[in-house]
């Protein structure tokens, strides 16, 4: 039986899966197991941010897995105490504080968890289209219906307001309010960048009433979006920076980073078995230390402007808007995107989709500017 029939028989069925079995890859190129190649604009969704089969993630895997892979906080580690170290380098010197989780919903329920404890207040104000997770609490902060009405009652104290709308977040956000959550780019929610004035407004509005910004950077993190974090597009610093995906190459890992307003975290308050292992921290810390070396997030910005551009010329009727920010590209249809996404499949590129009718591109950082024309060429052609 082949790997398609397995998986439809013995998985638990909750994907759309494309019929194609990937085997390999290297850099932004995967094989089938028919050998037949594609240029790969999904990562993972944004987990393989240097590719596939990288040296620097393949070496530190395996010296780490020869010394040590798993360690909880119980003890300390060498390499959790180098890894904490690098992201205090990387971060603004106001964000000082690591939760070392496994993935992007774990760092956001904490970061819920962190702000009410930290307030003591219950409300938090999410925004329309937003995306935090599937766990009950990121869920809560979910905004489409279709994801969380089959699991209501969810957590309660949940509000939403427009997305980039600066007079409904001054009405919003109140005494009451224990935080605000908020992406810089909304990823699922159809790639949807926000402006300077909102994220400024509410910085000063959520320190002004004593409530915390939280910034979910899972998808946006680790210099996708041209800079290290997105938030630095815009000149703020949030109370808790979220992040996930990206860190570690492609080995499971969330981040809770906070600094000194968040508060009254006793021991216990909250914890994780695989948080901060030594396997997935020596991987993070090597990604971290390329990502400066190389001056990834400067490449991310350049190659991301030439994709855009390169889009926005092909002037098909089919599409509305193009729209992004580094290499987190979103070409918005006038119809559903799905058919189009199979096409390119068959075309020989893969890319995903954000919403009904958008297509969203995540490629690798390290992607050539030829492979990029390829891509461009075939979206082209399906769109003909």
Partial sequence: MNAIDLEDRHTSGLYHK??????????????????????????????????HGHPVILNAIAGQASRLITCH???????????????????????????LCNSGTE??????????????????????????????????????PKYREPFEPL????????????????????????????????????????????????????????ALLIVDEVQTGFART???????HHGIVPDILTLAKSV??????GIIAFGDRVRNLNKLTHTTTFGGNPLVCAVARQVIDYLVAERIAERAAQMGEYLLAALRRLNSSRVRQVRGLGLMIGMELKEPAGPFAQKLVEHGVL??????????????????????????????TVLA
């Fill in 18 to 51: 494309r019929r194609v079995v990937l085997v390999r890859g290297e850099g932004a190129t995967v094989w089938d197991q028919n050998g037949r190649p594609y240029i790969d604009c999904t990562t993972g969704i944004g987990v393989a941010s240097l590719g």
């Fill in 73 to 99: 906080e119980l003890f300390y580690n060498d390499a959790r105490a180098a890894l904490v170290e690098r992201l205090n380098a990387v971060t603004p010197p106001a964000i000082d504080r690591f939760f």
């Fill in 107 to 144: 760092a956001n329920e904490g970061a819920i968890k962190f702000a009410r404890r930290s307030t003591g207040r219950r409300e938090i104000i999410a925004m329309m289209r937003g995306y935090h997770g599937k766990t009950m609490g990121s869920l809560s902060a979910t905004w489409d």
């Fill in 155 to 210: 957590v309660p104290e949940f509000r939403f307001i427009p997305y980039d709308n600066l007079q409904t977040a001054a009405d919003a956000i109140s005494d009451n309010t224990a935080a605000v959550i908020v992406e810089i780019v909304q990823g699922e929610g159809g790639v949807r960048p926000g402006s300077t004035g909102f994220f400024q407004r509410l910085r000063e509005l959520c320190t002004a009433r004593g």
């Fill in 226 to 232: 041209g800079r290290m974090f997105a938030f630095e």
């Fill in 248 to 253: 570690a190459g492609g080995l499971p890992m």
């Fill in 351 to 380: 890319v995903l989709l954000a919403g009904t009718t958008v297509l969203r591109l995540l490629p690798p950082l390290i992607i050539e500017r030829e492979q990029i024309d390829f891509v461009v060429e075939k979206i082209a």
